[in-house]
């Protein structure tokens, strides 16, 4: 997207740490998904929005319209490069199936994934659209998660956790590569089962970049978890559904545990308020989950910080219901500022010119023409000399405009014909 903030400049791909040992996945993890994602996946664009003072890294522009196929499709691919291929089962809220079907389709393997009955129509209709088999089981992402699992023990299939898997957090590990270039102070990412979170942490936090959670109120586990509270709790409704899970991953949390610097807990109001803003002043189409970073960003300090859009499956129908209810509050107005840059008074537009000359002043019944010269006309596609212009009156000086405010063009008299 076009901005007026000259673009981030571009550096090497950093060095990135290993975790600890008892931890499954680490730095060669995330650069051998970056080298496997390289050939079916392009870097999605940032945009830096002026009135949040927050650059975006717009995964909803992301094949599906998530990161989540980044960690779907790094995972059939190194299982192929194991000699696996069985046919793979994934419970979702609706992002990683559309990720785990695109990327089945792209590879040509059998998929079938569990969603949960109040998965959005158009998350359920994507997964569909990729030719993935579409089971819709239970009202919550842990209950289609447990269906997933007893369906991939009857037939043999591969189970794909949606976060809780060493290929799965390394392939939304590339986002955080990605951000890399953009050398910011923070970066701002929402968490439901971590593997967002704990990928992009894993790449940036050998740079000294803050990474900063995001959830929201009532849906927080990962934030109950890294306080000691392990206890499973059923999680409030929310419009961020991508983020609503029960329990958080195993993997995630030991690695979010060491390397997330703090998460921010949303209201829900201030999620739909930042969702609204997106569409209607940055033109950025944000699901629920995809919205909360920016949202928990505005309470994040930072010179150079960027929330991850983490998706944009929303329903034509509850945009426009929250565009119809919602009433953002107005942006603050820009300060004028003075000449050299500080606040106050603006600066005035200096006079480019206080006379004109016509260059037909025939045309032009208030200024005379001028005495001598010659008008220019095009005829048949060249610039040819047409009759002199009539002259002023030599009695009348002050109907001449002064010699200093005729265009030096004028002054030159024309050629002998």
């Known amino acids: 997207m076009d901005s007026d903030v000259a673009p981030p400049p571009v550096h090497p791909t950093p060095a990135v740490p290993d975790v600890d040992a008892g931890v499954t996945v680490g730095a060669s993890d995330l650069l051998a998904a970056q080298a496997r994602l390289r050939r079916y996946l392009l870097p999605t664009p940032l945009h830096y929005a002026e009135r949040f003072g927050c650059w975006l890294k717009l995964e909803n522009l992301q094949r599906t319209g998530s990161y989540k ?120 990412v929402p968490i439901g089962g971590g593997g967002l979170a704990a990928g992009v942490a894993l790449a940036l936090k050998s740079q000294g970049v803050r990474v900063v959670g995001a959830q929201v109120e009532n849906v927080d586990a990962m934030a109950r978890a890294l306080r000691g509270d392990l206890r499973p709790r059923e999680p409030a409704a929310t419009l961020a559904d991508g983020v609503r899970v ?12 060491s390397l997330l610097d703090d998460i921010v807990i949303v209201r829900e109001a201030e999620l739909r308020e930042t969702l609204v803003r997106l569409a209607l002043e940055e033109h950025v189409i944000a699901e629920g989950a995809g919205a909360l970073a920016l949202a928990a960003g505005r309470r994040v300090a930072g010179r150079r910080k960027c929330a991850v859009v983490s998706g944009g499956n929303l329903d034509a129908d509850v945009l426009a219901a929250l565009l119809g209810s919602e009433r953002p509050r107005a942006p603050r107005k820009p300060r004028r500022r003075t000449r050299d840059g500080a606040p106050g008074e603006a600066v005035a537009v200096p006079t480019v010119a206080t006379t004109v000359v016509p260059l037909r002043p025939e045309l032009s019944p208030r200024v005379p023409a001028v005495s001598g010269n010659h008008r220019r006309v095009m005829e048949s596609g060249r610039l040819t000399r047409a009759a002199p212009v009539a002259s002023a009156s030599a009695d009348d000086p002050g109907s001449r405009p002064p010699p200093d405010a005729i265009p030096p063009c004028l002054h030159a008299k024309p050629r002998n014909a």
């Open 69 to 188: 196929v980044r960690g779907a499709l790094n995972a059939l691919l190194a299982a192929r490069e194991r000699g696996d291929t069985r046919p793979t089962i994934a419970a979702s809220a609706g992002n990683h199936a559309q990720g785990l079907a695109w990327a089945a389709y792209r590879l040509g393997l059998p998929a079938i994934t569990v969603m949960p009955r109040s998965a959005p129509q158009t998350k359920i209709a994507g997964v569909a659209h990729w030719g993935a088999t579409v089971r819709l089981h239970g009202d919550s992402y842990d209950e289609a998660r447990a269906f997933a699992t007893e369906l991939s023990v009857q037939h043999g299939y591969r189970l794909l956790p949606a976060f809780d898997d060493p290929d799965v957090i390394a392939g939304q590990g590339t986002v955080g590569l990605e951000l890399a270039a953009l050398m910011p102070d923070v970066v701002i």
């Open 246 to 257: 029960k329990q958080p991953g195993e993997i995630t949390r030991r690695l979010l545990a």
